[in-house]
């Protein structure tokens, strides 16, 4: 109700000024803000998260105790339950090398690695074995020797390695904190100092078990535990800047070291294991191992504990390491580990306690020595095995003692010392800095973990990131980036114009001010590519732009006012060799630019228009970044925004951009490819950016991309959608790589593109018929391909959502597929056909990967044979037909189909096509309720088939549920169904047969007139003929003109000279394209036919430094030399000049102008006013300079209507009126600093729109471009025939390879079918649902089953592959919402960055301006 008010009183106030006051409520047009359902969702993951760590950590430590216990001498189980429990143990320590072994394994096997030298092998592997060394016999030897509580607190002194080097290389950023390994050192030796002291006297003091052997054991356990602290030796290293260049040698052959440390490591515990147990204990008795029947309780608690302890040991590391990735390093992480040790001594005391509790319920002893003696001799068989030896062990410390039980103090002081020396160690995880989803290798040193000791191996393997942050080489800080936001359009809708243009003003918005830090660290771009941007108007023949600019000039005006309520402020109009640019300054300082491509200069369509952005953005961009000094001084006239009117100069944003970028590496640089109708939010793109920036060899990343329309075809294709992006692009990103990145919202590395192979590849002009198919069907999938090859990996991020419009029509979404499916396949059986060079160059890309591949396209070539065997079935049900007849009559419409494609028009095809798809619905229809109708006739749901479709909607159901924001696409699951034929089968045979057509087929709309012969300007056109003389008499529009001027004696303006190039390029256009049509096209606001031949533009008449020259922009003495002994006028402007115009540019100009009028230029003023005025806490003094202001406006004003366009004259008093009155109201209110800006909003408000001349250099670059690879295509009338034939010998040969196929697998079941199921058939057991046997078993074919099953492992394959991609997306999105930007004003007063010259006070650089 609140909004409607608001919106109301808005409106009365428009209404004041102008009859026209109603405006467009973009959706999506408000501010995005944290909801607080995601936020409250956010902390209880991380609570989630934290529980499980310190759940998972305690089950896993206090697991290993009691398996310690179990197989001590000291217990009291008999000799073979302690073997069986040492060799539960064994395996605890075993299991953690064998999945480093396996990952390690596969890695090499599938993916890349290099072979390291012998001595960096031989050192890392004799470090590895000390530690296994170390860790066997402190966990197989010692620990089983020890009570419970030692063997709890003595784990705490592995940190004293880690601690010492700490020490010894000053890691601290703070010279303080070295406290806190100092203190480490000292507590862990007083630790080891009252272990020794606390078991010498339990000698003293006869403590039970407890003889001088027990010196020995401390020795040897405080030794080991020296050699399991060298583990983590590199964590310390690697923090110092001087061994960083060793260690990263080490990443590139990590896994073929881990391959073989790990055997190592197997083979040092196996041996210490046989060595203490067989030759030194000889305790090992070899039949023993055979497990008999009454040893099931055995097995049963020995392996539960080791499952227990290995289960929970490694999913504690993976919970660390997610509660890292979504910033809960403190709460999910660094608390939990280090609760750990406490946790698990409380747990322990208390169950002695409830133990003592109940079994002294009897004997009431009046001490705690008299109740452990009385512990020998209970027996009963109701008291848990466990929980007797915990009590037992606990009761064999000082606390069973009769002389000094008080000693057992120094037991509890022990541990007090460990635990305290090891969190003072890895204190620095406390204030640890992670990104949004950091790489695991980012967050640990080591990729094994010590199963043993679970807690101190999380925290003493997190990378020390103390010095390294300061690296300027180092990954651990966000680096900048900068994305170039390239939309192309093709005959888009006002609608459609209006979402991508209301997107990319939501990131202007989100991203803020460039001039300010952002927490993404990025800057952005925009571009928008249009394609057909010009026709010729009717009668005069001029070239101007079509209605396709027009509506998208009129959309950037509107979203511009809905996000500002204001007109756009700085514009600028650039003639270009290519067309037309238009460039503006968003609200919050950022660049929107609209090229329009004049298709008979350039080359039209998408993939022309990406090269050229490419080229452009990555080629022309990045010569001039790295060599400034080949760019001549910016010379141009530019805009009245350039220089204040206070002798203010600054660098332009589009060149503040270029300069920014010097100091971001190719790597960083992204291109954002959109389509002209996608509409997103800032969310998905930052994290498609989070994607990029953490792994280096992510060359592309897409994501979730959701249809929108209306009607049945946008209901099958929002499931085709979801399916396909739920079940085949994740299990494309899980086990290799995306194949295809959308061209409609995909982001792509600059250095990727630019790799060999890549860009200069996609440049190639198609001439072959395969060629055609696969680089002009679907230009974003073979430019996918090409980084594939490269070894550049896609990514596809779930959570990153953009919507764009569906074709909603059946002969649009045919014609659509239609140059899909053929390009799919091609690009497909490319990569295919490289598979062993792409698996040499791309870590991503395994032979598994590629055998997957394989299985899946060998499907989709099968599903025109496997939808009409489904038909027969259908068929054979509902009408009782055999098999055989069932086959026959179900292959007759797809053959007939094939047949009308081959003899019809395009058009016919698509009619008679979509009148049997809804003849196959009905079909589908009745298929369905054939398979249930098959369940109830067998009497079970247990048959191939029912378990099919039963399967299939649990995996569907349960994939819906576990994507809840798009449950709601299961309903159109139905409407898939029984469209499964039109969609694989007619839709298989419309592409194939109509391969040949290589044109797109949609958005083929003549809006912006149609082609004609170029006499269009042709006013006079006579045939005379005199005896044998033929006269053709002819007058141009060009020669009335001469003549009215020679009659007139005025001569015309002369042209300015263009470049030869340009000659060069025009000749061959306008030789070789044909013209346009004539379209009368009105346009409101054009000027005087004055202004028609001459342009006036304003010249600033100071010398603007070269935007890449930083000395000359900030130099004192360059200042003085170009501002010294100069006079300026009122406003600082020279005289004007003349600059010839092309005649799209005026009602170009026109459209803009109408910001000067009464009713917009009120409204601009008190929005400029505001915004000027904005974080300086003064909003009384800026509501009353508004009204004062708006006032001023009304009574200069007066006579002048709402919608008249005011001339120079009547703009020049009002700015002179406006500055006077806004002096007087600062004067009076005290704050004249603030009338800078006030001028400064004035003379924006009253600024007109601006023509530029390009700059020569980018002017020269353009004109090769297009020499060298857009030059309009023009192919003679014999290549085109070449072509052609080509294409249908190609679209011959593949409708005969899909043929063959398909018929093959119909005839091998039409034969199956006639011989019969009783001679060649499968015996599947039938189950009814109450669980018995039937006496007659399913019959199945063998062909069939084998297909049912392959599908069905295929699709189980892709669910697993969804469920990983799903946790991983959760917590990218959780840690991305945990670092999401507030929209919160700056509270920053000053006006911006000012750097003053002290010896000229009239010049002031400032980036307000901006």
Same mark, same amino acid.
């Given at each position: 109700?609140?909004?409607?008010?608001?919106?109301?009183?808005n409106?009365?106030?428009?209404?004041?000024?102008?009859?026209?006051?109603?405006?467009?409520n973009?959706?999506g047009?408000?501010?995005?803000?944290?909801?607080?359902?995601?936020?409250?969702?956010?902390?209880l993951?991380?609570?989630?998260?934290?529980?499980?760590v310190?759940?998972?950590?305690?089950?896993?430590?206090?697991?290993l105790?009691?398996l310690?216990?179990?197989?001590?001498?000291?217990s009291?189980?008999?000799?073979?339950?302690?073997?069986?429990?040492?060799?539960?143990?064994?395996?605890?320590?075993?299991?953690p090398?064998?999945?480093?072994?396996?990952?390690?394994?596969?890695?090499?096997?599938?993916?890349?690695?290099?072979?390291?030298?012998?001595?960096?092998m031989?050192?890392?592997?004799?470090?590895?074995?000390?530690?296994?060394?170390?860790?066997?016999?402190?966990?197989?030897?010692?620990?089983p020797?020890?009570?419970?509580?030692?063997?709890?607190?003595?784990?705490?002194?592995?940190?004293?390695?880690?601690?010492?080097?700490q020490?010894?290389?000053?890691?601290?950023?703070?010279?303080?904190?070295?406290?806190?390994?100092?203190?480490?050192?000292?507590?862990?030796?007083a630790?080891?100092?009252?272990?020794?002291?606390?078991?010498?006297?339990?000698?003293?003091?006869?403590?039970?078990?407890?003889?001088?052997d027990?010196?020995?054991?401390?020795?040897?356990?405080?030794?080991?535990?020296?050699?399991?602290?060298?583990?983590?030796?590199?964590n310390?290293?690697?923090?110092?800047?001087?061994?960083q260049?060793a260690?990263?040698?080490?990443d590139?052959?990590?896994?073929?070291?881990?391959?073989?440390s790990s055997?190592?490591?197997?083979?040092?515990?196996?041996?210490?294991?046989?060595?203490?147990?067989?030759?030194?204990?000889?305790?090992?008795?070899?039949?023993e191992?055979?497990m008999?029947?009454?040893?099931?309780?055995?097995?049963?608690?020995?392996?539960?504990?080791?499952?227990?302890?290995?289960?929970?040991?490694?999913?504690?590391?993976?919970?660390?390491?997610?509660?890292?990735?979504?910033?809960?390093?403190?709460?999910?992480?660094?608390?939990?580990?280090?609760?750990?040790?406490? %946790?698990?001594?409380l747990?322990?005391?208390?169950?002695?306690?409830?133990?003592?509790?109940?079994?002294d319920a009897?004997?009431r002893?009046?001490?705690?020595?008299?109740?452990?003696?009385?512990?020998?001799h209970?027996?009963?068989?109701?008291?848990?095995?466990i929980?007797?030896?915990?009590?037992?062990?606990?009761?064999?410390?000082?606390?069973?003692s009769?002389?000094?039980?008080?000693?057992?103090?120094?037991?509890?002081?022990e541990?007090v010392?460990?635990?305290?020396?090891?969190?003072?160690?890895?204190?620095?995880?406390?204030?640890?800095k992670?990104?949004?989803?950091?790489?695991?290798?980012?967050?640990?040193?080591?990729?094994?973990?010590?199963?043993?000791?679970?807690?101190?191996?999380?925290?003493?393997n997190?990378?020390?990131?103390?010095?390294?942050?300061?690296?300027?080489?180092?990954?651990?800080?966000?680096?900048s980036?900068?994305?170039?936001?390239?939309?192309?359009?093709?005959?888009?809708?006002?609608?459609?114009?209006?979402?991508?243009?209301?997107?990319?003003?939501?990131l202007?918005?989100?991203?803020?001010?460039?001039?300010?830090?952002?927490?993404?660290?990025?800057?952005?771009?925009?571009?928008?590519?249009?394609?057909?941007?010009?026709?010729?108007?009717?009668?005069?023949g001029k070239?101007?732009?079509?209605?396709?600019?027009?509506d998208?000039i009129?959309?950037?005006?509107?979203?511009?006012?809905?996000?500002?309520?204001?007109?756009?402020d700085?514009?600028?109009?650039?003639?270009?060799?290519y067309?037309g640019?238009?460039?503006?300054?968003?609200?919050?300082?950022?660049?929107?630019?609209?090229?329009?491509?004049?298709k008979?200069?350039?080359?039209n369509?998408?993939?022309?228009?990406?090269?050229?952005?490419?080229?452009?953005?990555?080629g022309?961009?990045?010569?001039?970044?790295?060599?400034?000094?080949?760019?001549?001084?910016?010379?141009?006239p530019?805009?009245?925004?350039?220089?204040s009117?206070?002798?203010?100069?600054?660098?332009?944003?589009?060149?503040?951009?270029d300069?920014?970028?010097?100091?971001?590496?190719?790597?960083?640089?992204?291109?954002l490819?959109l389509?002209?109708?996608?509409?997103?939010?800032?969310?998905?793109?930052?994290l498609?950016?989070?994607?990029?920036?953490?792994?280096?060899?992510?060359?592309a990343?897409?994501?979730?991309?959701?249809?929108?329309?209306?009607?049945?075809m946008?209901?099958?294709?929002?499931f085709?959608?979801?399916?396909?992006?739920?079940?085949?692009?994740?299990?494309?990103?899980?086990?290799?790589?995306?194949?295809?990145?959308?061209?409609?919202?995909s982001?792509?590395?600059?250095?990727?593109?630019?790799?060999?192979?890549?860009?200069?590849?996609y440049?190639?002009?198609?001439n072959k018929?395969?060629?055609?198919?696969?680089?002009?069907?679907?230009?974003?999938?073979? =430019?996918?391909?090409?980084?594939?090859q490269?070894?550049?990996?896609?990514e596809?991020?779930a959570?990153?959502?953009?919507?764009?419009?569906?074709?909603?029509?059946?002969?649009?979404?045919?014609?659509?597929?239609?140059?899909?499916?053929?390009?799919?396949?091609?690009?497909?059986?490319?990569?295919?056909?490289?598979?062993?060079?792409?698996?040499?160059?791309?870590?991503?890309?395994s032979?598994?990967?590629?055998?997957?591949?394989?299985?899946?396209?060998g499907?989709s070539?099968?599903?025109p044979?496997?939808?009409?065997?489904?038909?027969?079935?259908?068929?054979?049900?509902?009408?009782?037909?055999?098999?055989?007849? %069932?086959?026959?009559?179900?292959?007759?419409?797809?053959?007939?189909?094939?047949?009308?494609?081959?003899v019809?028009?395009?058009?016919?095809?698509?009619?008679?096509?979509?009148?049997?798809?809804?003849?196959y619905?009905?079909?589908?229809?009745?298929?369905?309720?054939?398979?249930?109708?098959?369940?109830?006739?067998?009497?079970?749901?247990?048959?191939?088939?029912?378990?099919?479709?039963?399967?299939?909607?649990?995996?569907?159901?349960?994939?819906?549920?576990?994507?809840?924001?798009?449950?709601?696409m299961?309903?159109?699951?139905?409407?898939?169904?029984?469209?499964?034929?039109?969609?694989?089968l007619?839709l298989?045979?419309?592409?194939?047969?109509?391969?040949?057509?290589?044109t797109?087929?949609?958005?083929?709309?003549?809006?912006g007139?149609d082609?004609?012969?170029?006499?269009?300007?042709?006013?006079?056109?006579?045939?005379?003929?005199l005896?044998?003389?033929?006269?053709?008499?002819q007058?141009?529009?060009?020669?009335?003109n001469?003549?009215?001027?020679?009659i007139?004696?005025?001569?015309?303006l002369?042209?300015?000279?263009?470049?030869?190039a340009?000659?060069?390029?025009?000749?061959?256009?306008?030789?070789n394209?044909?013209?346009?049509t004539n379209?009368?096209?009105?346009?409101?606001?054009?000027?005087?036919?004055?202004?028609?031949?001459?342009?006036?533009?304003?010249?600033?008449?100071?010398?603007?430094?070269?935007?890449?020259?930083?000395?000359?922009?900030?130099?004192d003495?360059?200042?003085?030399?170009?501002?010294?002994?100069?006079?300026?006028?009122?406003?600082?402007?020279?005289?004007i000049?003349?600059?010839p115009?092309?005649?799209?540019?005026?009602?170009?100009?026109?459209?803009?102008?109408?910001?000067l009028?009464?009713?917009?230029?009120?409204?601009?003023?008190?929005?400029?006013?505001?915004?000027?005025?904005?974080?300086t806490?003064?909003?009384?003094?800026?509501?009353?300079?508004?009204?004062? =202001?708006?006032?001023?406006?009304?009574?200069e004003?007066?006579?002048?209507?709402p919608?008249?366009v005011?001339?120079?004259?009547?703009?020049?008093v009002?700015q002179?009126?406006?500055?006077?009155?806004?002096?007087?109201?600062?004067?009076?209110?005290?704050?004249?600093?603030?009338?800078?800006?006030?001028?400064?909003?004035?003379a924006?408000?009253?600024a007109?729109?601006?023509?530029?001349?390009?700059?020569?250099?980018?002017?020269?670059?353009?004109?090769?471009?297009?020499?060298?690879?857009?030059?309009?295509?023009?192919?003679?009338?014999?290549?085109?025939?070449?072509?052609?034939?080509?294409?249908?010998?190609?679209?011959?040969?593949?409708?005969?390879?899909?043929?063959?196929?398909?018929?093959?697998?119909?005839?091998a079941?039409?034969?199956?079918?006639?011989?019969?199921?009783?001679?060649?058939?499968?015996?599947?057991?039938?189950?009814?649902?109450?669980?018995t046997?039937?006496?007659?078993?399913?019959l199945?074919e063998?062909?069939s089953?084998m297909f049912?099953?392959?599908?069905?492992?295929l699709l189980?394959?892709?669910?697993l592959?969804?469920?990983?991609?799903?946790?991983y997306?959760l917590?990218?999105?959780?840690?991305?919402?945990?670092?999401?930007?507030?929209?919160?004003?700056?509270?920053?007063?000053?006006?911006?960055?000012?750097?003053?010259?002290?010896?000229?006070?009239?010049?002031?650089?400032?980036?307000?301006?901006?």
């Amino acid at each position: 109700m609140e909004e409607n008010k608001t919106r109301t009183k808005n409106r009365h106030i428009r209404h004041r000024d102008t009859w026209d006051p109603f405006q467009l409520n973009l959706v999506g047009a408000e501010k995005e803000g944290k909801r607080r359902c995601f936020r409250l969702g956010q902390y209880l993951v991380a609570v989630i998260v934290a529980l499980a760590v310190l759940t998972s950590a305690v089950i896993s430590k206090g697991s290993l105790l009691v398996l310690s216990l179990m197989s001590s001498p000291n217990s009291m189980r008999s000799h073979k339950e302690k073997q069986f429990y040492m060799l539960m143990l064994v395996f605890c320590l075993v299991y953690p090398n064998v999945l480093v072994f396996i990952k390690s394994l596969w890695r090499c096997a599938f993916k890349s690695f290099v072979l390291p030298n012998m001595r960096t092998m031989s050192f890392i592997c004799f470090i590895e074995c000390l530690v296994s060394l170390g860790t066997s016999v402190l966990v197989l030897v010692v620990m089983p020797h020890f009570d419970v509580l030692t063997n709890l607190f003595i784990s705490g002194g592995v940190c004293i390695v880690s601690a010492l080097l700490q020490i010894v290389y000053r890691l601290q950023d703070d010279k303080w904190k070295i406290i806190f390994p100092v203190c480490s050192l000292i507590l862990t030796v007083a630790g080891y100092c009252l272990l020794c002291a606390d078991y010498y006297v339990r000698v003293a003091t006869y403590v039970e078990r407890h003889g001088n052997d027990c010196f020995i054991y401390v020795g040897i356990g405080i030794f080991s535990s020296l050699l399991v602290s060298l583990c983590w030796w590199e964590n310390s290293l690697q923090a110092t800047n001087r061994k960083q260049k060793a260690l990263s040698d080490l990443d590139s052959f990590r896994d073929f070291v881990f391959v073989i440390s790990s055997i190592l490591r197997i083979v040092v515990i196996g041996g210490v294991y046989l060595l203490s147990q067989v030759f030194i204990e000889k305790s090992i008795k070899w039949s023993e191992f055979i497990m008999e029947d009454d040893d099931w309780e055995l097995l049963q608690v020995g392996l539960g504990l080791f499952f227990l302890q290995a289960f929970c040991s490694a999913a504690c590391h993976w919970f660390g390491v997610v509660a890292c990735k979504i910033h809960a390093v403190r709460m999910g992480f660094a608390l939990p580990v280090c609760c750990t040790g406490p %946790a698990v001594l409380l747990v322990g005391l208390m169950l002695f306690l409830t133990q003592a509790e109940h079994l002294d319920a009897e004997t009431r002893s009046v001490s705690v020595a008299v109740f452990c003696e009385s512990l020998v001799h209970v027996k009963n068989e109701n008291v848990s095995v466990i929980l007797l030896e915990i009590t037992k062990s606990i009761c064999h410390t000082s606390l069973g003692s009769y002389y000094v039980p008080w000693t057992f103090s120094m037991l509890l002081l022990e541990g007090v010392c460990m635990w305290l020396g090891f969190v003072a160690c890895t204190y620095y995880v406390w204030g640890i800095k992670v990104q949004r989803i950091e790489r695991t290798s980012q967050l640990f040193v080591r990729r094994l973990y010590e199963s043993a000791f679970i807690d101190l191996s999380l925290l003493l393997n997190t990378k020390m990131k103390g010095l390294r942050a300061g690296n300027p080489e180092s990954n651990d800080d966000i680096q900048s980036s900068m994305i170039y936001l390239c939309a192309t359009m093709w005959h888009e809708t006002y609608e459609e114009m209006l979402k991508i243009l209301t997107s990319m003003f939501r990131l202007d918005r989100y991203r803020g001010d460039p001039k300010q830090e952002h927490k993404d660290r990025f800057c952005f771009e925009c571009h928008i590519f249009v394609d057909d941007a010009f026709m010729n108007e009717k009668h005069t023949g001029k070239r101007i732009v079509n209605s396709y600019v027009n509506d998208l000039i009129h959309v950037v005006i509107e979203v511009y006012r809905v996000f500002t309520n204001k007109e756009p402020d700085d514009l600028s109009i650039i003639e270009m060799p290519y067309g037309g640019r238009l460039m503006f300054v968003m609200p919050e300082d950022n660049m929107l630019y609209i090229h329009l491509k004049d298709k008979s200069l350039i080359r039209n369509k998408k993939r022309w228009s990406q090269i050229m952005y490419m080229y452009y953005l990555l080629g022309w961009k990045g010569y001039i970044v790295k060599n400034p000094q080949k760019i001549t001084r910016q010379n141009n006239p530019c805009r009245e925004s350039m220089i204040s009117l206070d002798g203010e100069t600054f660098l332009l944003p589009q060149y503040d951009n270029d300069n920014k970028r010097r100091n971001i590496s190719d790597d960083n640089i992204y291109i954002l490819a959109l389509d002209g109708d996608t509409d997103f939010h800032p969310k998905a793109v930052i994290l498609l950016v989070d994607r990029l920036r953490m792994y280096d060899n992510v060359g592309a990343a897409c994501g979730r991309i959701h249809p929108t329309g209306m009607g049945p075809m946008v209901w099958y294709q929002k499931f085709e959608y979801a399916v396909g992006h739920w079940l085949q692009k994740t299990a494309e990103h899980v086990f290799g790589s995306v194949l295809c990145s959308p061209g409609c919202f995909s982001l792509f590395r600059g250095s990727a593109l630019m790799d060999d192979n890549v860009l200069k590849r996609y440049t190639t002009t198609a001439n072959k018929a395969s060629q055609y198919v696969q680089y002009d069907q679907g230009e974003d999938r073979w =430019l996918c391909t090409l980084l594939l090859q490269q070894g550049w990996r896609v990514e596809y991020n779930a959570a990153s959502d953009a919507y764009t419009n569906s074709p909603q029509e059946f002969k649009e979404f045919y014609n659509q597929r239609r140059r899909w499916g053929p390009s799919t396949l091609a690009n497909t059986l490319d990569l295919l056909h490289s598979g062993p060079e792409t698996v040499k160059r791309n870590s991503s890309i395994s032979w598994l990967y590629i055998f997957y591949q394989m299985f899946a396209v060998g499907s989709s070539i099968l599903g025109p044979a496997s939808v009409t065997l489904m038909i027969a079935g259908a068929f054979q049900f509902v009408f009782q037909l055999t098999g055989m007849l %069932a086959i026959i009559v179900a292959s007759v419409p797809p053959v007939f189909y094939v047949i009308v494609c081959f003899v019809a028009k395009p058009n016919t095809q698509l009619t008679i096509g979509a009148i049997m798809s809804v003849l196959y619905a009905f079909l589908m229809t009745a298929s369905f309720f054939s398979i249930i109708g098959e369940m109830v006739v067998q009497g079970t749901f247990l048959t191939p088939t029912g378990l099919f479709l039963v399967s299939m909607t649990i995996m569907y159901s349960i994939t819906a549920l576990l994507h809840p924001e798009e449950f709601g696409m299961i309903v159109y699951g139905l409407m898939y169904f029984i469209c499964i034929p039109s969609g694989y089968l007619l839709l298989t045979i419309y592409s194939l047969v109509n391969m040949h057509i290589v044109t797109w087929g949609t958005r083929e709309s003549n809006k912006g007139g149609d082609e004609v012969k170029k006499n269009n300007s042709l006013l006079c056109d006579k045939n005379c003929r005199l005896c044998c003389w033929d006269m053709k008499l002819q007058i141009t529009q060009e020669t009335e003109n001469q003549l009215i001027q020679q009659i007139t004696g005025q001569t015309a303006l002369p042209a300015p000279p263009i470049p030869a190039a340009t000659q060069k390029t025009n000749l061959k256009a306008s030789g070789n394209v044909e013209a346009e049509t004539n379209v009368d096209t009105t346009t409101e606001g054009k000027l005087d036919e004055v202004e028609k031949t001459k342009l006036l533009t304003d010249t600033p008449n100071m010398k603007v430094a070269n935007e890449y020259d930083t000395d000359s922009i900030y130099s004192d003495d360059s200042i003085d030399k170009d501002y010294s002994n100069k006079d300026y006028s009122v406003d600082g402007f020279e005289e004007i000049e003349e600059i010839p115009v092309k005649d799209w540019v005026l009602p170009v100009k026109g459209e803009f102008l109408k910001k000067l009028t009464y009713a917009n230029m009120k409204r601009n003023l008190q929005e400029q006013i505001r915004y000027a005025f904005r974080n300086t806490h003064e909003d009384d003094v800026c509501e009353d300079l508004v009204l004062m =202001l708006a006032d001023t406006v009304n009574r200069e004003l007066s006579e002048v209507g709402p919608e008249d366009v005011l001339s120079e004259s009547q703009l020049e008093v009002l700015q002179s009126a406006l500055e006077q009155q806004a002096r007087h109201t600062l004067k009076t209110s005290g704050l004249l600093k603030f009338l800078k800006r006030t001028k400064r909003a004035i003379a924006k408000t009253l600024a007109a729109p601006q023509v530029q001349r390009l700059d020569e250099a980018e002017y020269d670059f353009w004109d090769k471009l297009i020499q060298r690879y857009l030059q309009p295509i023009v192919d003679t009338k014999e290549h085109l025939d070449e072509v052609a034939a080509e294409l249908k010998s190609l679209r011959n040969k593949a409708v005969f390879l899909y043929f063959i196929v398909n018929v093959l697998w119909v005839v091998a079941t039409f034969f199956l079918q006639a011989i019969g199921n009783d001679v060649i058939s499968i015996k599947i057991p039938k189950y009814f649902p109450n669980g018995t046997l039937a006496e007659e078993p399913l019959l199945v074919e063998p062909v069939s089953l084998m297909f049912l099953l392959s599908f069905a492992i295929l699709l189980l394959i892709q669910f697993l592959a969804m469920l990983y991609h799903r946790v991983y997306t959760l917590i990218h999105v959780v840690s991305y919402r945990s670092t999401e930007k507030d929209y919160i004003l700056n509270d920053d007063d000053d006006d911006g960055l000012t750097l003053e010259n002290p010896n000229a006070k009239t010049l002031v650089f400032t980036s307000d301006d901006m």
